[in-house]
């Protein structure tokens, strides 16, 4: 049975992030799948005018083509640039007032930050590309730590076309920038969130820490 009524439209969408609610409502549709990655939709649903009785179920990518349902997200953050999409039925299909689904993307939270002391890292905060927090993990989702005020503004390049090099190469769906200022706990001025294939990540993080290092012994 469909987990979104089969005569739903779409009502409203938002995000860098469609592509990801795109494969689900194929998914949910019997329709071919393309599998992006490692995350989570969650499903809420509740008649029109009627979000008190709403109910919310998540689905998590599995294998290469299809969806499985979870009990929460508890592992997934949702995107920080709030993608979602909306969808609805017209009044008596599914409910006398219709229904209202939203459709929001969650992707793995990343890992937290060890401090310096805890993973014994000779850097001290000072090279990014040294660290041990910015080794390449294998994963889908990777996150590279800028341990300097300057490394940020040379990955992104001026307009961002450093980073558009990087988020070019095969086998990558997305990089995205977070400015988190200065964190005194982690030492992390800026950090960029990598999504793809493990192993296109994983030579992005690789690139990156060369890229910086290549600078650094410039004296840039």
């Not at 809420?44 to 979000?51: A, E, I, L, Q, R």
């Not at 920080?80 to 689904?101: A, K, M």
Request: charged letters at 20%.
């Amino acid at each position: 049975m469909p987990i979104i009524h089969q005569s739903a439209k779409i009502y409203n969408r938002r995000g860098m992030y469609s592509d990801y609610t795109n494969q689900f409502i194929r998914w949910d549709n019997n329709e071919s799948v393309a599998h992006l990655g490692d995350y989570i939709i969650a499903v809420t649903v509740y008649p029109n005018f009627k979000s008190e009785l709403r109910t919310t179920r998540w689905f998590k990518t599995f294998s290469v083509s299809s969806f499985i349902e979870v009990t929460n997200q508890c592992d997934y953050e949702r995107t920080q640039n709030h993608s979602f999409c909306n969808v609805r039925t017209d009044p008596g299909i599914g409910h006398e007032l219709g229904l209202f689904y939203e459709l929001n993307v969650y992707l793995p939270k990343p890992p937290r930050i060890p401090t310096h002391k805890e993973t014994g890292c000779p850097c001290q905060g000072t090279c990014s590309y040294n660290c041990v927090n910015n080794k390449p993990s294998g994963k889908s989702s990777q996150t590279y730590y800028c341990m300097k005020p300057w490394e940020a503004k040379h990955i992104a390049g001026i307009d961002y076309i450093k980073c558009n090099e990087f988020r070019a190469l095969h086998g990558i769906a997305n990089i995205t920038s977070n400015d988190v200022r200065y964190d005194e706990t982690s030492g992390v001025y800026h950090k960029f969130v990598i999504s793809g294939q493990p192993n296109a990540v994983d030579s992005v993080m690789i690139k990156m820490n060369e890229w910086l290092e290549r600078l650094d012994r410039k004296g840039y």
